[in-house]
């Protein structure tokens, strides 16, 4: 039988939070070791017989052997990082919305404590990423690239940090940059599209979970992909699948998504 993991939920009064917590507790192949949140938000919590605390480092002797899931904003998953660095604790993290110095950051820590850092934690999304760079290659400089991403009205960052990461994948794959090609507005006279272009358009609004669609557009045909998340269960799936895994490996680097791949059946080295 295999041995529960572990897990620590940070944002744990948040709505991913409540999600990871129900689903860990439905697949019974994890135990909640502690929940972290802000002190003003601790009460919505309900912890019942959980350790429950306004920081991972004030959870104390509990955080030991667990691996933490923080889902919050920037800073906030930062401060977490940091904290996580310093006592030793494993970190799976599905904040968006990094800068490139907190990415920068992010590694450095990864030296000192086993990190995980995906865009998007679906594993939908994450084949995506590897195959849509093979279209980009066989279908060839004929085939402009265009993205749409959809999000609920609460999202704060635009474009979405997956449609960012989906489009470095594409600029890559075209041995572009991605922030020297991309474009995510266009208004009035602007002249013809440059062959050198990936337009990458955010819309928002409702309740959408989070729907990316890549277009190739080509000379007398067009190629849609477009990945839909259903609900937030999915990324919450993801979360917990990348926490199993983290458990037990060695610091070194930021590990991502693409990394569980690698290991067939989820073995630990």
Known sequence: MQEKTRIIIVGAAGRMGRTIRRLAEEEGGFVIAGLVDREESLGAVQP???????????????????????????????????????????????????????????????????????????????????????????????????????????????????????????????????????CSGRDGIIGARPQEEIGIQALRGGDVVGVHTIYFLGPGERIEVTHEAHSRENFAGGALRAARWLAGRRAGKLYSMQDTFETAGNEQP
């Open 48 to 182: 019942g017989m959980i350790p429950a605390a306004a920081s991972l480092e004030a959870l104390g002797a509990h955080a030991a052997g667990a691996v933490a899931i923080d889902f919050t904003a920037p800073e906030a998953s930062m401060a977490t990082a940091r904290m996580a660095a310093a006592a030793h604790v494993p970190l799976v993290i599905g904040t968006t919305g990094f800068s490139e110095a907190q990415k920068a950051e992010l590694r450095e820590l990864a030296q000192k404590t086993p990190l995980f850092w995906s865009a998007n934690m679906s594993v939908g999304v994450n084949v995506l990423m590897r195959i849509l760079p093979e279209l980009a290659r066989a279908l060839g400089p004929a085939y402009d690239m265009e993205m749409v991403e959809i999000h609920h009205g609460r999202k704060k960052d635009a474009p979405s940090g997956t449609a960012l990461a989906l489009g470095e994948k594409l600029a890559e794959a075209r041995g572009w940059e991605l922030e020297k090609v991309r």
